[in-house]
């Protein structure tokens, strides 16, 4: 368990009292069982029953929750990349609409590295802007992006597309060489512009519009004047094209501010900062469409020093101009090469730290201000290939949203759904990847109500809480009022184990006697955690066609049955019926 969710707790008498009684009838019945589970034979000379093996006791506060967090919880991000390489272009698939819907309702956040260096150009189409490409399919390729493009403005309401497959193969070559131009950029941190034509902006507010996400559009904060103020002139055009078209988007102002010295040479102080924010509401109010349009920012790095410093100010000087307070967080260098690095508590637990670290910045100068994580990945420079794409990174992302959620994070932005690097959500194919698996899972299964989770180990040595203290991690919801399987009052949980043995949880106190759905994701095929495919209890994770999911279907465990969790594997555990009283409302 994080530090936020202390694992030692001091329990009332009920408590105690119902945990002692389950604890000696256990003990009793094992005694009696002829069962070689839970015996030793005499020659042995130990002690026989279940108190020789890890079994961990877990109840759940169902009276209130202790957060209630924004129904957009689990959120997405798309890297400005997308249009240099041209997959902006293909985001009208139908099968990525689809994808993309399946995680709504949701943010999508459009923003990234490249933030600072878009420039909106009130114009249809601009070829020149594409990027580079073959000479060879260049202009047959440029051919059926405009075929495409006229039968989309054809459509009426969401425009899909059913783009041919030779067409994508052109694609994905001329993607594989925009990746190296880009990987390029990014080792020598020097970054070209990126041009955000009137048709790209249509093509992206078309995508979240039909997947039933929340535009939020990232501004360029290093369009500067003379005297370092921030130019306005791009964002005003940008914003009238966005009015005129009445697109519901949502603003934010520059990426990880605190490091445009190393970016670009230029620092931006914090009252700097704090001033372009100001101006930037003053323009949005002055567009009548916009005049209430939510404001986010300032975007901070994770929060070491020059990001602390940068944010308090911020804080200090216009805390009140933005809805929410955003930072960004990435678990490890994208060299790494072992799975291993994956599974290191030290690691899982870094996240906490930093959420303390803002937590107490915002508090201190506006008390209740929403925070977001407006962008966490398992690792910085766009990851590695066959590592953070793997089934192994979903241990660092689902105990983030554990973590995040019980320390009052509102939203988390996961960067990133499609298209850059390696730790996306889906692959270039259109293939969902295990991250993608574990955040649908997340969001057909857990609500917004955060409770507070109540757990003790039983050992020969009894050492209260150590069992999951490191290596188990269980985290509870009231399970999501959107899923219509569930009566309101169920309960989600869900839990990681990073042993290397299977563990078992008894469910005690007020959960002990209600039928339990289980959905245990495990890795797929002989790769073990480098697997790129998921199983659900027992069953691989396939899209049936380019509309339909597979079925979600759980696995019925009986009333006080044993919660067996496999070694290095999450589950999700819908506690049906209990009618928790957190969770009717």
């Not at 697109?247 to 445009?260: F, Q």
Request: glycine share 6%; aromatic share 10%; hydrophobic share 35%.
């Amino acid at each position: 368990m994080p530090k936020s969710s202390p694992c030692v707790f001091h329990w009332s008498s009920l408590w105690l009292a119902s945990l002692t009684t389950l604890v000696v009838q256990s003990v009793l019945s094992s005694s009696y069982s002829s069962s070689s589970t839970y015996r030793r034979s005499a020659a042995d000379g130990k002690r026989t029953g279940f108190m020789e093996r890890t079994l961990v006791l877990l109840d759940v506060n169902t009276r209130s929750p202790i957060r209630v967090l924004n129904d957009n919880f689990l959120s997405l991000q798309l890297d400005p990349s997308i249009i240099k390489d041209g997959w902006l272009d293909f985001l009208s698939s139908k099968r990525l609409v689809t994808l993309a819907r399946g995680l709504s309702p949701a943010f999508l956040r459009f923003g990234g590295k490249r933030t600072d260096f878009l420039q909106f150009n009130n114009q249809k189409n601009l070829a020149k802007f594409r990027g580079p490409g073959p000479d060879y399919y260049l202009k047959n390729y440029e051919d059926d992006i405009v075929r495409s493009d006229i039968a989309l403005d054809k459509q009426k309401g969401c425009k899909l597309a059913n783009h041919p497959d030779i067409m994508l193969e052109l694609q994905r070559e001329k993607a594989a060489t925009t990746q190296l131009v880009l990987l390029k950029e990014q080792l020598s941190n020097i970054y070209s512009n990126i041009t955000i034509t009137a048709r790209s902006l249509d093509k992206l507010y078309n995508f979240a519009d039909c997947a039933g996400l929340h535009l939020i559009l990232g501004l360029n904060a290093l369009h500067r004047n003379p005297d370092n103020s921030w130019n306005t002139s791009s964002t005003l055009s940008l914003l009238k094209y966005g009015a005129g078209k009445k697109y519901n988007i949502s603003w934010e102002l520059g990426n990880e501010p605190n490091a445009y010295r190393s970016l670009v040479g230029r620092a931006v102080n914090s009252t700097q900062l704090a001033q372009d924010y100001t101006k930037l509401r003053t323009l949005l109010q002055s567009v009548r469409y916009y005049h209430r349009a939510h404001l986010y920012g300032p975007n901070a790095g994770r929060p070491r020093k020059n990001a602390v410093l940068l944010l308090d100010g911020f804080m200090k000087n216009a805390g009140s101009v933005v809805d929410a307070v955003t930072w960004q967080h990435y678990y490890m260098d994208g060299r790494v090469n072992k799975v291993e690095d994956f599974l290191k508590t030290r690691l899982l637990d870094t996240l906490t730290e930093q959420i303390t670290k803002v937590n107490k910045i915002v508090n201190t100068h506006t008390p209740g201000k929403k925070v977001w994580l407006s962008g966490l990945g398992p690792a910085w420079a766009g990851g590695i290939n066959n590592l953070s794409d793997t089934y192994a990174a979903g241990f660092l992302w689902v105990n983030a949203l554990g973590m995040a959620a019980v320390q009052g994070i509102d939203v988390v932005l996961r960067h990133s759904f499609f298209d850059y690097g390696y730790t996306h959500l889906v692959d270039q194919n259109f293939n969902p990847l295990p991250d993608y698996w574990f955040s649908l899972v997340f969001k057909r299964l857990v609500g917004p109500r955060v409770l507070t989770v109540r757990v003790a180990g039983l050992q020969r040595k009894p050492q209260p809480g150590r069992v999951i203290r490191d290596k188990l991690r269980i985290y509870a919801h009231c399970t999501s009022y959107y899923n219509h399987n569930y009566v309101r009052g169920s309960i989600t949980i869900y839990i990681i184990n990073l042993h290397r043995s299977r563990k078992k949880i008894k469910l005690a106190g007020t959960l002990r006697n209600n039928t339990v759905h289980q959905y245990l994701l495990q890795p797929y095929g002989t790769d073990g955690l480098r697997a790129k495919y998921v199983q659900l209890n027992g069953e691989k994770l396939l899209m049936v066609d380019n509309e339909t999911f597979p079925e979600l279907k759980p696995k019925t465990l009986r009333a006080g049955r044993t919660i067996a969790m496999p070694p290095m594997t999450i589950g999700f555990y819908v506690i049906k019926n209990i009618n928790a009283y957190a969770c009717r409302r």
